[in-house]
Structure formats: structure tokens, C-alpha cells
């Protein structure tokens, strides 16, 4: 009997509580998940999920109470769970664990999608206007403010529904609004001071939160101080080299064939920490490890192939690769892309719609990846520029452990000034990544490259080193 090939249109929560309701539903099917955008891209990401009597009037009172009851404990086995650190993901590794496939792209009309699919459904939302001619489908649009006040430790809610305080554990979300049929997606300035006061009318300590304003972007790192007064080179090139070369966070258990134990010059450190407070171990185990590998021509992919074997979904970015997307076994993929730490200008763009660069949000973005627990990269001094724009990006949340190889015989494409002034550049955004709450527990020192350091032969340094980190929030 053929595999039923079954499309799901749609990666909101609907979208993808449907694929894994399918599954269960009929085993042994083919499922993918088609979107145009996938999280944190979806309305349902921004989306609250509330049960609240008053919309269920008709309802008996007994079957709403078992509704509630049956949800809460529900939610509460996972709160007490091992998979509770997982939560909030759990739809899209549940589709992926089960063999489903997700796939970017915009369907334009469902016809589209029937030479390859037996059965296709529609979980597109609002996209139904477009796709099927639902003309009684409208958008209700909502806006939420984020708020920083700790002290807040109590749900509020008016009795309109419209205007609520929901702490959480990060921040306190305020809101809101109902505006049928609106179609904006951009946040209103005017709206936020609107339930910002509203809000404070109801809680009135919350005059004192901070960071109201929306986070703007960061357009360059902070520097740190000069090593010493004389802002030499001597001064910044030790304090660097010692930074380095000290592990900050000890790893008991780290792969073991990735310490360059032989003697092969193309044998790469690629260290991993295994430690189960970190999580990685338990994510490879249940095949739902994720591995960006960077790099630029090379051709050894032993460490790739290696991670795809024990569990990991790996995806290595290559300009050198023939075809734009090969998949060489169930969990190895190629792409014809380099990452940049720019994306291609706009009218590039428009003339080269399939160019090979992208900034790795971008590459996040249009893959629906949300994490990655191992970012590996290999781009020959380019690196400085990337790890500078995963920084000013907020990328390096998304990450829970870089391997990045540095390259230390010239400053690096677009780093320029003054020696010193370089490496106080490097150290800054290696601090950066510290206080982000990534640590270093490994670092090699290359003895076959050249021991060069900007150029010079001082130091006792390596032109290469490969450095590990940890990022200690993922537990």
C-alpha cells in the first residue's frame, strides 16, 4: 500500500497541533508542514491561549469546569516534567521527531500542491481569504506591551477582558486591544501609552517599570577598557591571548572524537559539551539536536557526518556546494549559502532572488528555525564580523553551544585601525559573548598553522585557535 503523502498548510499552532494530531491519527502517513513563515514569525507566537468562561455562555457550567481542570492538569504534568524546558517548542520537534517535514515557501493556490500530495489541509488562517475565497474570514488585531517589574507577581484582568497585567518570568506582559479587522502588523506607539495607563490604573506601581520604551537596535558593540594606559600592543595582545586560553566552565564529558587525538593536520578540534546540565546530551539521544555548520570549501566533513549519525539534524552552509539544497542522508544537509554579516542589498536582492549570502538570522528566519544547539563556523577571518552581528542581533539566544575557529594573522575582513585597537575589538566581542552567559570550556591552540600574530611573529601565538562555549542559560 502507497505512504499517504498528507501537506499541512500553515505552522501557527493550529498548523502544527494539526500535523501532530495526524500522526497519532494515522500512522505511517508522509507529512509536510508548508509556510511562507515559521516561528518566531507566526501570530501564534505573540498569540495568548485563554480560557475564559464569559465566551462560553451555552456551555453547562460542569463541562467547563472539567475543560479547565482536564487543561490545568495538563500544563501542570509538564511544568513538573523533564521535557519542561522544552515547552514551547515541542509542536515543531514533535512533527520532526515523528518523520514530518517542514518546509518554507508560499503557496499561492492550494491546485499548486496536489501532484505531490494526496491530501491537503488548510490551517492557513487568514491566508484562507486568499487560498480557498473564505470572504467572511477577518483579522482581529491585538498589541501587547512588555514591561520590566519584577515585583509584580499577580495576574490582573478588568472585566471588559481588555485591559489585563500578566507577570511572567522574564517580563509583564500588559495589555491589550481587539481591533476587528485591521490588518497592521507594526506596533503603535500611541496604542502602547494607551494601555500602559490603562494598565497603571489598575496597578499604579507600574509608573516605576523600566525599559518601557520598545528595545531599539544595537548598531555597534561596547568596546571594553584599554588593557592598560599606554594602549599598546603588548598590553591587549596578553590580556587576550590569556583570556583565550583560560576555560571558564569545566566539561566533564565532551565528545570524544572531537579532540584531535590524531595526528591527520585536517583533524579539527570540534568540541561539544555532553554534560546533562546542559541539555545536549538528552536533545541528541531524542534525535532532536539541531547543527548549523559554516564554512567555506572545506572538505572535511567528518565532524558533520559524525553528529548526523549519533541524532543531530545538521545543515552545513557551503558557497562551493553544486546544487542549492542536498539532502546526502535522513539527517544531512547541504546548501549552496554563505553566511555574511550583511544581507545582499535590496536591489541585488531583486535581480539575484536565490543569492548564495545571508546573514544567519535570515537564513533562521526563512529555514522556521528557531534554535540551534550547535553553531560550528569556519570562515577564514570572517568570523570577527559574523559573531559581531549574531551579537548586535540577538542571535546568540537562539544557540546553545559555538564552535568558532579565530584566525589571529591579520585583523579580519572590514576590522581596521591600529594593532591594538584590533585585538581590544576581538577581546570586546569574546567579553560580549561572557556576558551573554555563553563560557569557554575548551580552547586548542593550532601548532601546524603559522605562528603569526598580526603578522608578526611575537607572543608565542598561533595565527588559529578553536574555541568552545557553552551557553549556561540552556539547561
Known amino acids: 500500500m502507497d505512504t499517504v503523502r498528507i501537506a499541512v498548510v500553515g505552522a501557527g499552532v493550529m498548523g502544527l497541533s494539526t500535523a501532530v494530531c495526524i500522526f497519532k491519527l494515522v500512522p505511517g502517513?508522509?507529512?509536510?508542514?508548508?509556510?511562507?513563515?515559521?516561528?518566531?514569525?507566526?501570530?501564534?507566537?505573540?498569540?495568548?491561549?485563554?480560557l475564559i468562561p464569559p465566551v462560553y455562555p451555552d456551555t453547562p457550567i460542569h463541562k467547563q469546569k472539567q475543560w479547565f481542570k482536564d487543561t490545568f492538569d495538563h500544563l501542570f504534568a509538564i511544568a513538573n516534567s523533564a521535557e519542561a524546558k522544552d515547552a514551547g517548542v515541542l509542536l515543531v520537534s514533535g512533527v520532526k521527531g515523528s518523520g514530518g517535514l517542514v518546509l518554507t515557501r508560499r503557496v499561492e493556490d492550494l491546485w499548486e500542491l496536489h501532484p505531490s500530495f494526496n491530501i491537503v489541509v488548510n490551517c492557513s488562517g487568514l491566508g484562507s481569504k486568499q487560498l480557498v475565497g473564505d470572504m467572511e474570514i477577518f483579522p482581529v488585531r491585538g498589541q501587547v506591551?512588555?514591561?520590566?517589574?519584577?515585583?509584580?507577581?499577580?495576574?490582573?484582568?478588568?472585566?471588559?477582558?481588555?485591559t489585563y497585567i500578566y507577570p511572567g518570568i522574564a517580563n509583564v506582559t500588559l495589555g491589550g486591544t481587539r481591533q476587528?479587522?485591521?490588518?497592521?502588523?507594526?506596533?503603535?506607539?500611541?496604542?502602547?501609552?494607551?494601555?500602559?495607563?490603562?494598565?497603571?490604573?489598575?496597578?499604579?506601581?507600574?509608573?516605576?517599570?523600566?525599559?518601557?520604551?520598545?528595545?531599539?537596535?544595537?548598531?555597534?558593540i561596547d568596546l571594553q577598557p584599554w588593557a592598560g594606559p599606554a594602549r599598546s600592543l603588548d598590553e591587549e595582545a596578553l590580556r587576550f591571548l590569556r583570556y583565550i586560553s583560560t576555560i571558564q566552565i569545566a566539561c566533564d564529558h565532551m565528545s570524544a572524537d572531537s579532540l584531535a587525538t590524531d595526528s591527520s593536520?585536517?583533524?579539527?578540534?570540534?568540541?561539544?559539551?555532553?554534560?546533562?546540565?546542559?541539555?545536549?546530551?538528552?536533545?541528541?539521544?531524542?534525535?532532536?539536536?539541531?547543527?548549523?555548520?559554516?564554512?567555506?570549501?572545506?572538505?572535511?566533513?567528518?565532524?558533520?557526518?559524525?553528529?548526523?549519525?549519533?541524532?543531530?539534524?545538521?545543515?552545513?552552509?557551503?558557497?562551493?556546494?553544486?546544487?542549492?539544497?542536498?539532502l546526502e542522508n535522513e539527517r544531512l544537509w547541504y546548501h549552496r549559502l554563505s553566511i555574511n554579516w550583511r544581507d545582499p542589498h535590496p536591489a541585488v536582492a531583486a535581480q539575484k532572488p536565490y543569492s548564495s549570502t545571508r546573514k544567519l538570522r535570515t537564513i533562521l528566519n526563512e529555514f522556521g528555525h528557531h534554535k540551534i544547539d550547535i553553531l560550528k563556523a569556519d570562515l577564514e577571518s570572517a568570523e570577527w564580523k559574523v559573531l559581531e552581528n549574531l551579537i548586535l542581533e540577538d542571535v546568540l539566544e537562539q544557540i546553545g553551544q559555538l564552535i568558532f575557529e579565530i584566525h589571529l594573522h591579520w585583523p579580519g575582513f572590514e576590522v581596521s585601525g591600529s594593532d591594538s585597537s584590533v585585538v581590544r575589538f576581538w577581546y570586546s566581542l569574546l567579553k560580549e559573548?561572557?556576558?551573554?552567559?555563553?563560557?569557554?570550556?575548551?580552547?586548542?591552540?593550532?601548532?601546524?598553522k603559522p605562528q603569526i600574530f598580526l603578522r608578526k611573529n611575537i607572543f608565542n601565538a598561533s595565527s588559529c585557535y578553536t574555541l568552545s562555549w557553552v551557553n549556561t542559560r540552556w539547561k
Not at 145 to 162: C, E, M, N, T
Not at 187 to 216: F, H
Not at 433 to 448: A, G, I, M, N, P
Open 180 to 220: 476587528k479587522g485591521d490588518w497592521n502588523l507594526s506596533p503603535n506607539a500611541e496604542i502602547s501609552k494607551q494601555i500602559l495607563s490603562r494598565c497603571c490604573a489598575l496597578e499604579p506601581s507600574l509608573r516605576g517599570a523600566c525599559d518601557i520604551r520598545e528595545k531599539g537596535p544595537r548598531w555597534h
Open 433 to 448: 559573548l561572557e556576558l551573554q552567559d555563553f563560557r569557554l570550556f575548551h580552547s586548542y591552540k593550532d601548532l601546524s
Open 29 to 50: 502517513c508522509s507529512i509536510t508542514v508548508i509556510s511562507d513563515k515559521f516561528t518566531p514569525e507566526t501570530t501564534s507566537d505573540v498569540a495568548a491561549g485563554m
Open 145 to 162: 506591551l512588555k514591561v520590566q517589574a519584577p515585583w509584580v507577581k499577580h495576574f490582573i484582568r478588568d472585566g471588559s477582558g481588555l
Open 265 to 326: 593536520p585536517t583533524k579539527k578540534p570540534w568540541s561539544v559539551c555532553l554534560d546533562d546540565r546542559f541539555g545536549l546530551a538528552h536533545q541528541i539521544h531524542s534525535k532532536q539536536c539541531r547543527l548549523y555548520s559554516l564554512g567555506l570549501g572545506s572538505d572535511d566533513t567528518r565532524f558533520e557526518v559524525g553528529m548526523a549519525n549519533d541524532g543531530c539534524e545538521v545543515h552545513r552552509f557551503d558557497p562551493s556546494v553544486k546544487s542549492a539544497h542536498v
